[in-house]
């Protein structure tokens, strides 16, 4: 079965930093886009980023470009989101996602097969 694991989220304060970490099985990785989105409530489901397959291939929501940095490791089975400089906006529910070989801009909910259980990230003083 394919499983997806998010953790890594927690309370941090504006300016601080997290890395998310989505674990992955069932499924050969490598072979596999890795898409991370969030839900604040009330809010629809956004796409923050995203890596593909293919080596160097990233996205970035325009709301996290510059602060978050998306990476893998093949060997691990496993995506990391680095995000620094977190504001209070970007309070939410983080859910890693895969989809076939690349990743597809702009993100959609739709384009995404597999989706993991969430983790929260809140930025507050």
């Known amino acids: 079965d394919v499983q997806l694991q998010a953790f890594g989220g927690g309370l941090v304060q504006p300016g601080g930093s997290l890395r998310l970490s989505c674990a992955a099985s069932?499924?050969?990785?490598?072979?596999?886009?890795i898409g991370w989105f969030r839900q604040a409530p009330g809010k629809e489901r956004e796409g923050v980023s995203c890596?593909?397959?293919?080596?160097?291939?990233?996205y970035y929501g325009e709301s996290v470009k510059g602060r978050f940095t998306i990476s893998r490791d093949n060997a691990k089975n496993t995506v990391f989101l680095q995000m620094d400089n977190l504001k209070p906006e970007d309070t939410a529910v983080y859910y890693c996602?895969?989809?076939?070989?690349?990743?597809?801009?702009?993100?959609?909910?739709?384009?995404?097969?597999?989706w993991g259980r969430g983790t929260q990230v809140t930025v507050s003083s």
């Open positions: 996602t895969t989809r076939r070989f690349i990743c597809l801009e702009p993100m959609r909910t739709d384009d995404y097969t597999y």
């Open positions: 069932g499924f050969i990785f490598s072979d596999y886009a």
């Open positions: 890596i593909s397959s293919l080596p160097g291939s990233t």
